[in-house]
């Protein structure tokens, strides 16, 4: 049996942010996710794309209708997004209109470069919904796996919960 191909979008976010001490900010750098994806030994057949390097409270209505000509125009039909978390329901919507593709969106509430982050977990549980669910838009965060048209971040609870 062939295993399905899964393209790993990144677009920045929280998940690939390191802390300058000198600097006292975050700043999106070289996305972590290849590493990730090599330390855990993902042995599913992938292709990383790194796209954008932003914070998604930064992007705009051109950087969401780039991911989805990136999706729209990839041969593979299985798609990971690593993305911040604070606008993923909004790229959600932008790219539902996508047939055939089933697209996970992850992110993380820490930086993947934090020794306590939910960053690996949060990209391990996206290419396990990406191989099984149906073609659509889903977001996978802390364990739980949402449509990515029927949820919001609880921003006070910090977490995703279903609308």
Wanted: net charge negative; hydrophobic share 45%; proline share 4%.
């Amino acid at each position: 049996m062939s295993l399905s191909p899964i393209l790993v979008i990144t677009t920045g976010g929280t998940i690939d942010k390191q802390y300058f001490d000198a600097l006292s900010e975050y700043q999106i750098v070289e996305s972590v996710i290849p590493r990730l994806l090599e330390t855990a030994r993902v042995a599913h057949p992938f292709r990383v794309v790194e796209l954008l390097r932003k914070d998604s409270l930064d992007f705009t209505d051109e950087d969401r209708a780039l991911i989805a000509a990136t999706i729209a125009g990839a041969p593979e039909s299985h798609v990971v997004i690593t993305h911040g978390t604070d606008t993923m329901t909004e790229t959600a919507a932008a790219i539902e209109h996508i047939e055939g593709k089933t697209v996970v969106l992850c992110g993380a509430l820490a930086p993947a470069r934090f020794a306590e982050s939910d960053a690996a977990f949060n990209l391990g549980m996206a290419f396990a919904c990406c191989q099984s669910a149906r073609p659509g838009v889903w977001i996978t965060m802390s364990g739980s796996v949402f449509d990515g048209l029927k949820v919001r971040k609880d921003r006070e609870a910090g977490k995703f919960v279903a609308r």
